[in-house]
């Protein structure tokens, strides 16, 4: 840890999110939005931030955190958070690279030996470490496969489902599909911060969570956000997308997206046997989500040196993975804005994001000096619907 606790905490206790300035014009344009989207029965309940050079300037909770008990959302509401748990994972991992104890170039067998999976001819190729913290291992997600895929004969979880699932019994499934290609060879998002939590928790010798809280959160004076629910009162309850309104989740619900469907199981962040999946088992609040985005957005201290997060933020992979779509490249824990001509945003070049798939969203504009986090309780329309381009370009208008 680079500094002592209490001094972490107070130099991120920043007045201006404690006091914050509301834009009228901003609550003008984005609260319009989220009343469309909970009007339409689009979202149950949403969370949505945005911080302005430093200062936060739109702040609301709208909607509800449990329709069915009439409980309104709250701004300290705890979400499940899906793949926003991946950046706080990465940075951790870039900790261990800064102290020297995490080689980006060295093969995972290093300590994880066991995990060895083989290409469809049978060969077994090096994955490094670098290959799974920018998802071109070949590895891939049971959700991006059809049904009857190998991912699902495997019974291997995306980290979002299969309550009390261990993580040697997870990483053996995964270990037993094929690759979809050469590590380094492709892009596919895929369970490879998983497989990086398996390797921090090996090189360390102690859980994930211990590892995340004394590297990123606890310096950064985080409490509610990590691999269990500190008070479970403040958890919304899950939603996914139905017609003629969201319907609440349940354990082993499969939810459509694009052609395909993920697993949920909300009870999961609740059972202590479940793996902590390092791509999606946190639970978090937005601000606790946005006071890490703009510790990255201004550098990375207190727990990243300026340089590591310059790597960080620079696009390792090229456009044409499409991280996010025509544009899109893939960093360390985050895509990247590479080409805006090529996606019709506002956002600047160098822009980070991502979302999760519980209803998630959040980006980075470094030159506009902007951080929006957006979380909703409903999968998929607050993390792939319309809800986040809405959000965006109010915030740009």
Sequence with gaps: MRIPLVAAALAVASPAFAQPAIAPALAARLDPVIDR?????????????????????????????????????????????????????????MRLVEDGRLDLDAPVTRWLPDFRPALPD?????????????????????????????YHRLNVSDGLDQPGLSLDENLARLSAAPLAFAPGAGWRYSLGIDVVGGVLEAIEGRSLS?????????????????????????????????????????????VPLRGLAATFAPSRI????????????????????????????TGGSPILKPETVGRMIQDQVGTAAESQGPGWGFGYGWAVLVDPTRTGTPQAAGTLQWGGAYG??????????????????????????????????????
Excluded: C
């Excluded at 003629?244 to 619900?253: C, I, L, S």
């Excluded at 390092?278 to 989500?289: E, F, K, L, Y």
């Design 37 to 93: 989207a909970l009007s339409e029965k689009r979202i149950v309940g949403a969370v949505v931030l945005v911080a302005k050079d430093g200062k936060m300037v739109y702040r609301r909770a709208a909607g509800y955190a449990d329709r069915e008990a009439g409980t309104k959302m709250r701004e300290d509401a705890i979400f499940r958070l899906a793949s926003v748990t991946k950046p706080f994972v990465t940075a951790a991992a």
């Design 122 to 150: 049978g060969s077994i190729p090096a994955i490094t470490i670098r290959h799974l913290l920018t998802h071109t291992s070949g590895l891939g997600y049971a959700f991006l496969e059809p049904a009857g895929g190998p």
């Design 210 to 254: 211990d590892i995340v809280r004394d590297e990123v959160t606890a310096p950064l004076g985080i409490d509610d956000t990590g691999f269990s629910v500190r008070d479970a009162s403040r958890l919304a309850k899950a939603y996914a997308d139905g017609d003629p309104e969201p319907v609440a989740m349940t354990d082993g619900q499969a």
């Design 270 to 297: 609740l059972d202590t046997k479940s793996y902590r999946s390092g791509g999606a088992g946190m639970a978090g609040t937005a601000s606790d989500v946005l006071r890490f985005l703009e510790a990255i957005r």
């Design 360 to 397: 998630h969203s959040w980006f980075i504009d470094r030159e506009n000096g902007l951080v929006v986090v957006a979380l909703t309780n409903t999968a998929f329309e607050g993390m792939a619907g319309a809800f986040p381009t809405d959000v965006r370009n109010a915030v740009y208008e």
